[in-house]
């Protein structure tokens, strides 16, 4: 990325005004106090003091909503690439005829502002499984009309470890360009013809003037403070790793790390690259009905029950072995890169105790240990 420009707050604002007057839907993070919500599911999960706030990212109704202060959103993009449940076709049957009545694969143009890093990276990793032995119309249509605009990570906790496998806070990798925040505003520098496209179509918001002291100072001085500080949670070889559970993959090690797992199935749910699905027909009256897809989770017994009764992974250790291994092991082994972009949000969501730093730490001392030994030995 050479290109820089600056955006004030007020203009980003306006900017996001353009584009819900324009029609165009924007994707952001906004945050809402659960203790004000009419649910009564939120209302439990309300703190003594009267106040929780939670961030999510939401589709837009105002510019007003737009809340660019926080950290990670609770869920991931995947929603909106990979709905929790959706429609692959709809059938009608009369005799032995069956009319197939096909879902649209082409969506409208949308803009997602502030995406995270890890999230937008999420899209790429799953980008390669959408397209490896078949091509999924209904992923590619919405990546195909979706601008992502990532904004560089300035809250960053100790679960989160993006650039352990390959990503960094300051990513746009999945992304059509990055909003680094400084004093006034943002420096904005696209990454693709669609993040370019947005500085053409909204030229009255952005400046070619970008604050002298913005380059090769507060900007990057921010954006590598905040590398640092995620690299301190977690430094690992991730090919090493990926060999040492593909060579070890019955090592009483892979079993310890899985113990305190339950099977809930929360990891993969909030988890921006888990998009594992089921297909079903719904009847939905004589002679017709809807096929769908809907998410599902290898952390539940059934997902590999076969109609024998027989299970190849028949207790939760093997559950989440699998977990880790497709992971770290099968999906580089077949694609190149870990199917993790580091977000952490399986760590923090797990109420077993289930930390991913600690358990790839684990691994990799396990992977080190051989080669570590190696020169000791040697001069034995
Ligand atoms: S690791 Fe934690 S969140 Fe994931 S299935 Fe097991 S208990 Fe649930
Ligand atoms: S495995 Fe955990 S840390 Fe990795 S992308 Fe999924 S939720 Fe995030």
Known sequence: MSERFFISETDLRGLTADLL?????????????????????????CTLDGSKVEIDYRQLTSADDLDLSRGL??????????PEHEPLCRWRQ??????????????APRVVLAAKPCDAAALAVVDKVMNW??????????????????LACQVIDDSCFCTAVG???????????????????????PATDKGRALVEDFAARFSADVPADTIGGQADDERAAARARVADNLEIDADSVRDWIEANFEDPLLTHLAMRCNGCGACTGVCPTCHCFDIVDEQEGVGHG???????????????????????????????????????????????????????????????????????????????????????????
């Open 21 to 45: 007057d324009g029609g165009t839907e924007v994707i952001a993070p906004v945050a809402t106090d659960i203790c004000q919500s009419p649910s009564a599911v939120a209302a439990t999960a």
């Open 73 to 82: 959103p609770q869920l991931s993009l995947k929603e909106f690439f990979l």
């Open 94 to 107: 009369k005799g032995t005829t069956v009319q197939v009545f096909e879902v649209p694969t082409e969506f």
């Open 133 to 150: 032995d078949y091509e999924d119309e209904l992923w590619n249509g919405r990546r195909a009309a979706t601008t992502v605009i990532n």
């Open 167 to 189: 990503a960094a806070p300051d990513d746009v990798k999945g992304a059509d360009g990055l909003l680094t925040p400084v004093e006034g505003g943002y420096v904005y520098e």
């Open 290 to 380: 809807t096929r769908r897809r809907l998410w599902d989770t290898c952390q539940a017994p059934t997902f590999t029950l076969h109609a024998s009764g027989h299970n190849p992974r028949d207790t939760q250790h093997v559950r989440y072995r699998q977990r880790i291994n497709h992971k770290f092991s099968i999906y580089p082994l077949r694609f190149g890169e870990v199917l993790c972009t580091g977000c952490g949000r399986c760590t923090r969501v797990c109420h077993a105790g289930q930390d991913l730093v600690e358990i790839l730490e684990a691994i990799d001392i396990a992977a080190r240990r051989p080669r570590d030994a190696e020169p000791a030995e040697a001069a034995s």
